[in-house]
């Protein structure tokens, strides 16, 4: 295939999970697997120290959360951050890199959360390419 895998993550367990199965299916597919974790606003703090100056922003703890995930997968994962919610995120990338396959996992997609609506189940209803759903709860 050499297609795109992209697979969202928050750096709870849940997410590691459906990472996980992402890393399987990009290689069984012999595709590439895009780790990418959301970020929806870009508050940004800066911190001084003597002369050195530190900024911190969402968009840079995103980026950590989603580098973490992907070296602990394999080194041939590529990770980014992207702005928006979650699942608007997820769309935007899978339509720019032209994705073939959105991993998601189940969390929350069952009872008040399953109203509400869920990230997998936005995605699923509104994804440019196949979703696959993962199974992440604990057994």
Not at 4 to 15: K, Q
Not at 99 to 114: Q, Y
Request: hydrophobic content about 45%; glycine content about 10%.
């Amino acid at each position: 295939m050499s297609g795109i895998v992209i697979v969202g993550v928050d750096g709870s367990e849940t997410a590691a999970r459906a990472a996980a199965a992402a890393y399987k299916l990009a290689q069984g597919l012999e595709a590439r697997l895009h780790v990418i974790t959301a970020f929806d606003k870009d508050n940004v703090e800066v911190f001084g120290s003597g002369s050195d100056t530190f900024i911190m922003s969402d968009a840079d703890d995103a980026q950590r959360v989603a580098k973490q995930v992907a070296e602990g997968l394999g080194s041939d994962v590529e990770y980014l951050s992207a702005r928006g919610k979650p699942a608007d995120a997820l769309l935007s990338e899978a339509e720019r890199l032209n994705a073939d396959v959105i991993v998601v996992g189940n969390r929350r997609m069952s009872g008040i959360g399953r109203v509400l609506g869920s990230v997998a189940n936005t995605v699923a209803h509104n994804a440019p390419c196949d979703v696959y759903i993962v199974n992440t709860t604990v057994s």
